[in-house]
């Protein structure tokens, strides 16, 4: 496990270029997203909440976030129109992001049991409900994008 202030360095240092390709690869692998809003609210309580965490929190917080999107992406996706070349880069480059955020982590610390829930209720009310159709993917990619776009914030505020 590297020390926190090691961790903070690679976020400032690296976090961002690979958060700008994910999301730029998030947009490339399909069309427009979607502008139909999912059933299940975006958890903004929880980003403004770990706003005024502590570093070590907010590490936890980018890393649980980060690993729950890349088990969303793990399910059903025969029926989405992505480019492929696009999609594997795109998930590649989370794992590594997810890789990097790890090490800063001690194994022992729990996830936030609230995000876990929130992305079990996208998982069950839009993938599973909609029949992992295309249209369920397009959400997820809009949903995605968002969580990412916030995270980016929130790692540009620990340094």
Known sequence: MQSVCHCCDWIRHHYGH??????SLLDQMGGDIT??????????????HIDDGEVEDKVRFLKETIYQITKLFDGNMKSVT???KNLDDFLNILERQLE???SCLSPAMKPERRLKRYFKKLNKN???KMNYSAQ??????????RHLQRLD???????
């Open 18 to 23: 690979l958060s700008s390709e994910y999301l």
């Open 35 to 48: 502008k139909q809003d999912a059933p299940v609210f975006f958890p903004t309580s929880l980003y403004r």
């Open 82 to 84: 992505w480019d492929k």
């Open 100 to 102: 990097n955020l790890n």
């Open 126 to 128: 839009v993938l599973r």
């Open 136 to 145: 369920a993917w397009e959400l997820i990619r809009k949903e995605t994008k």
């Open 153 to 159: 914030i929130l790692a540009a505020q620990m340094y």
